[in-house]
């Protein structure tokens, strides 16, 4: 039978019929593709590149890009519906689409020539090119305004340093998109070049020993003056802000990721509350279980009609930055909840990989730092609302 | 090369369904309406085949069904078929096998068509008695339970699935086939396909515009449910023992064969 999804406020009724059938169409593809392959790999720590070419041909990597560069030109209710199927699947799933679709299509796009578009959106549409985003270094996370990578210029072009450290889908990643300050200025000097595999100086290597995120590669990028050419900047991009924009197209895919991963965990527990047996009853005909999956459903449904509501907002061009702060902040924290409530409820079965509250658990602690962390979020927050900053 | 594709919408194959006593008709209220799965399959075959012959190869989805059924036809233009037509009239509520394939016999005929591809049944009456009778009122040969679909220089071919294995069988165009799921999964509707369809023509067509000298509709029906009644309970499991794997094997298989399902 069909997942039929989490759905207890009928928002399905608010949603128009292609945002049903844009989600629609990735959940049985989640269902039929992803599922029986996913708990191995997360195991091998393996990400499961087959899948790569299936979702460009589904249109999935950058969907809420306009149609003329090869992108399915949804809106953005439809593409937060996809990424929260995409995490129904895995987190390390819907890391890859967010990364290629929010921060390397959507910085080529927003700050790009037109040449830049056209030579690379379409492609990366497709899958036939994997991009990565490298902001965060070792000893900046949280902080990138001081980062140490450096774009130097070099004749027409530049001359680039530094390094980069937790870059999803670094080292399988044709082009890279990279920020550094220019000629050592300050923040407002941050542009964003496209630097592409196999140019000297340029080296990948994954980071090994995660408990998190195992079906995701998570790498570091080495820049040893790597020449780049005058036309690999970004030629609109300038200062911090650019990729902050960034983030906050992928920290609104998360906003909507992380539900449907609390949506697996969610349904998971109750399935099994309905056919464990213990003290010769279902353990879901127990208060102290009634209450926790009433507590999970609650805060799920809570975070749907939040991240609804985001999606308008930002289709009608209104959202802010601190209110997609909220929302990630907010519904990434009720994942994790959810999923730890899940995997409690599930006893000693909930530390198997073949259910997968543990395994959506592991994941979502990255999810909470990553993006922003949960305590950065409340600082945003917390400026938007005093006006002062307490970074 | 024009192929037209018959979709049904069924009342959603995993809702839980009740049949009215009174008019003995399932009870639609509150269920969703979705494409026929099977005819997805019919839909897939089609798409096959347009992309093996490429050219001026076009796809339309035919149905017949109530005004309020475009959205559910979107799914079949999403999956990359070209335009839809939706034969709707009031007077055609009630038809019966007969009546449904005559008046869609009438709108495909109008339609133009050179290959008229079927699903094999339908999830909600499973008759599976509509692929022949239109194939019959449009006077052209009717392949049924086909695995494979070729059409190569006007000729088609195909595999008719049967008890025992398949045959091979050809024909001339202008044709129809129904077809089985072995035609291939049906692929996904792309973001872009979902997209794409909101663009592509749905043409509605009513009775007053073909030519029907026959009776359509539950007055015209030619057959009547006289009761309903739930399926018998199955019978408990027989087990059988078997003194060794052979021998079990050996077991399954002469109750398969039994069951004329080897």
Redesign the interface.
């Known amino acids: ?2 997942y ?1 999804g989490t759905d207890f406020y009928n928002l399905d009724a608010a949603l128009s ?2 945002q049903r ?2 989600r629609d ?1 990735v959940r ?2 989640v269902d039929d593709r992803v599922l029986p392959v996913i708990e191995d790999a997360w195991l091998e720590g393996r990400f499961p590149s087959e899948l790569v070419p299936l979702l460009g ?4 990597f950058g ?1 809420n890009l306009p ?1 003329e560069y090869g ?4 809106d953005n209710v ?1 593409y937060g519906l ?1 990424m929260q199927e995409l995490e129904r699947g895995d987190s390390g799933l819907r890391s890859f689409a967010s990364v290629q679709g929010a921060l390397v299509m959507y910085p080529i796009f927003a700050f790009g020539s037109e040449e830049q578009r056209k030579r690379w959106l379409p492609a990366l549409a497709k899958g036939e090119k994997i991009g990565c985003f490298g902001l965060t270094e070792p000893d900046f996370g949280s902080n990138p305004a001081g980062m140490l990578t450096r774009a130097r210029r070099h004749g027409d072009g530049w001359l680039l340093s530094g390094s980069k450290m937790w870059i999803t889908n670094g080292s399988r990643a044709d082009v890279a998109v990279v920020w550094a300050k220019v000629d050592d200025g300050d923040a407002d000097s941050i542009r964003g070049f496209l630097v592409e595999r196999g140019w000297p100086g340029f080296s990948a290597r994954d980071q090994k020993g995660k408990h998190s995120l195992r079906a995701s590669d998570t790498s570091e990028l080495a820049f040893s003056d790597v020449e780049l050419p005058a036309q690999s900047v970004l030629p609109k991009s300038g200062g911090l802000k650019s990729p902050l924009m960034c983030l906050t197209q992928a920290r609104y895919g998360i906003a909507w990721g992380a539900i449907g991963a609390a949506m697996a965990c969610f349904e998971q527990a109750l399935e099994y509350s309905k056919t464990r047996v213990m003290f010769d009853v279902p353990i879901g005909a127990k208060q102290i279980q009634q209450e926790h999956l009433a507590e999970m459903l609650t805060e799920i449904t809570k975070a749907q009609l939040l991240a609804y509501q985001l999606g308008r907002l930002k289709d009608a061009g209104t959202m802010k930055p601190a209110q997609v702060s909220l929302a990630k902040r907010n519904n990434v924290d009720m994942a994790c909840n959810v999923a730890r409530a899940a995997r409690r409820m599930l006893g000693a079965n909930g530390i198997l990989a073949e259910y997968v509250p543990m395994r959506h658990m592991a994941n979502l602690e990255s999810v909470y730092t990553y993006e922003g962390t949960h305590d950065v979020h409340a600082l945003i927050l917390g400026q938007a609302l005093t006006g002062m900053s307490a970074f | 090369m024009k192929i037209v594709v018959t979709v049904k919408l069924v009342p959603d194959p995993n809702a839980e369904k009740k049949i009215d006593a009174g008019s003995k008709r399932l009870v639609r209220t509150g269920i969703e309406t979705v494409l026929n799965p099977y005819d997805e399959y019919a839909i897939e075959g089609a798409l096959k085949i347009k992309e093996s012959l490429g050219g001026d190869t076009t796809v339309t989805i035919f149905s017949m069904a109530p005004a309020a059924s475009k959205e559910v036809l979107r799914k079949a233009l999403a999956m990359g078929a070209d335009d839809a037509v939706l034969l709707t009239d009031p007077a055609l509520e009630g038809s019966d096998v007969r009546g449904t394939a005559y008046a869609m016999a009438q709108g495909i005929k109008q339609t133009g068509f050179d290959l008229v591809i079927c699903g094999g049944l339908a999830d909600d009456g499973s008759t599976g008695g509509v692929p022949g009778a239109l194939a019959e009122y449009l006077g052209v040969p009717g392949f049924t339970n086909c695995r494979q679909v070729e059409v190569a220089g006007g000729t088609l071919k195909v595999q008719r699935e049967t008890d025992s294995g398949y045959q091979v069988v050809s024909g001339p165009l202008p044709a129809l086939v129904s077809v089985t799921m072995a035609i291939g999964e049906p692929r996904y509707a792309s973001l872009k396909g979902i997209m794409g369809a909101k663009k592509k023509s749905i043409a509605t067509l009513a009775l007053a515009a073909l030519s029907v000298d026959g009776a359509v509709g539950g007055d015209g029906a030619k057959t009547e449910v006289r009761a309903v009644a739930a399926p018998p309970v199955r019978e408990k499991a027989r087990v059988v023992e078997a003194p060794d794997g052979a021998a079990g094997a050996r077991a399954i298989f002469d109750l398969l064969k039994e069951k004329k399902l080897v």
């Open positions: 039978m069909p039929a019929a292609e059938q844009a169409t049985a593809f041909t589904l249109g999935v969907a149609e992108c399915a030109g949804m439809a996809i």
